[in-house]
């Protein structure tokens, strides 16, 4: 049979059309005993690497903060705590002068006032026997004044003949019971007292209405200069090495209130015999602009003295974060990338973090917000 061109032609495409469909060959795998090759691995639930990418729009929609490593002299030696109180001037109590009953009342709660500023007026009340003797005490008086003029004007009706001596003394008997009516008199007639500010400041929270009954010694509102506060805290011997001359102090709240610095006022030798600590007082620097309020628990930090003392590696506070029981602050390496490094914290000031020991080095951009956020991605990698 003659093989034509059209032939030759067909059958190369055909050849060509069944190498383009059909699969390449593969390898030809055993079969004996079923083995596919290794084991299977169960899962560890922990991730084997110690990054996580992070693209851009992730991290700001996690609000992701970072902040830079670096050296520091200033660091926590130790953290007292303190009671925040009103320093000198910084309170002022009005107390009742005398048992009365509110006739005026001038002052407002929150309302601002100065030293001296009348606040309240009180008239004095008296009982039965405080009236009976009230009563006799001016009576009395007013009769030794009558007595005092009947003798005066019977010495000048004399004078010609009276000795000098006896109308000088009779004069001056007039003029003290004259006085003393008079002093009687006021005092039955005029009984108010005016109430004042004893300093500068604000007037707090108090309860009282005009026509009200006070007592003496009873206290009737406070005047609060939120500017000028004072802090108080035990030093206790563990820590009486901490504070050394030149050794700054910074107050920071318990609910996380921003630490301000404080000025130390004295530090006294005097030991408590209930305790046997020693009382640290300290001044806040910017009292009228910190949140902290008289009577607020605090804690005080002992920091080393500017300047001084060994450069130590820190990180906010806010950086470290437990990651399978460990330590770990998470480093902005790359646009997208964070690496995960372990760390051993030291000394805390509440807002830095010393760093013992740890594979963080200076300038390393350490996140300080989103954390969490981090460490669930990394935890279900």
């Not at 000031?349 to 013992?356: D, R």
Request: no cysteine; charged share 20%.
């Amino acid at each position: 049979m003659k093989t034509t061109p059209k032939l030759l032609a067909a059958t190369a495409a055909a050849a060509l059309v069944l190498a383009v469909l059909l699969p390449p060959p593969g390898r030809v795998q055993a079969h004996g005993g079923e083995d596919h090759g290794g084991e299977a691995k169960a899962s560890t639930g922990v991730a084997l690497t110690d990054e996580v990418l992070l693209p851009k729009e992730s991290q700001f929609l996690f609000e992701v903060r970072t902040q830079l490593a670096g050296y520091s002299t200033t660091y926590s030696r130790a953290t007292l705590y303190g009671t925040v109180s009103a320093a000198a001037g910084g309170e002022g109590r009005v107390v009742v002068p005398q048992t009365g009953r509110i006739v005026s009342l001038s002052a407002r709660v929150g309302q601002p006032v100065r030293a001296g500023q009348t606040l309240a007026v009180i008239e004095q009340t008296l009982d039965a026997t405080q009236q009976i003797g009230l009563s006799t005490e001016r009576a009395n008086a007013q009769a030794e004044l009558r007595a005092a003029q009947q003798d005066y004007a019977r010495l000048q009706s004399i004078a010609d003949i009276a000795a000098r001596k006896d109308v000088v003394a009779a004069e001056l008997r007039l003029r003290q019971a004259r006085q003393n009516a008079a002093i009687y008199n006021g005092q039955a007639r005029q009984r108010r007292v005016s109430i004042t500010a004893p300093v500068s400041g604000t007037v707090d929270v108090f309860n009282l209405a005009v026509g009200q009954q006070v007592n003496q010694g009873e206290e009737l509102l406070r005047v609060i200069n939120p500017g000028k506060l004072r802090v108080e805290a035990q030093v206790f011997a563990q820590d009486l090495a901490n504070v050394t001359p030149g050794t700054q102090f910074r107050v920071e709240g318990l609910q996380g209130q921003v630490g301000v610095p404080a000025r130390l006022v004295v530090f006294s030798n005097v030991v408590n015999p209930v305790n046997q600590a020693r009382q640290l007082v300290l001044e806040l620097d910017d009292a009228a602009g910190s949140p902290y309020r008289a009577g607020q628990a605090v804690n005080v930090q002992v920091v080393g003295p500017a300047g001084g003392g060994r450069p130590q590696l820190v990180v906010p506070t806010s950086a470290i974060t437990d990651l399978n029981g460990k330590p770990v602050v998470f480093v902005h390496t790359e646009p997208e990338r964070f690496k995960i490094r372990y760390v051993q914290p030291g000394a805390v000031n509440g807002q830095q973090t010393v760093l013992a020991e740890g594979q963080v080095n200076e300038n390393d951009r350490v996140v300080t917000q989103g954390t969490y956020q981090l460490k669930s991605i990394y935890l279900n990698q």
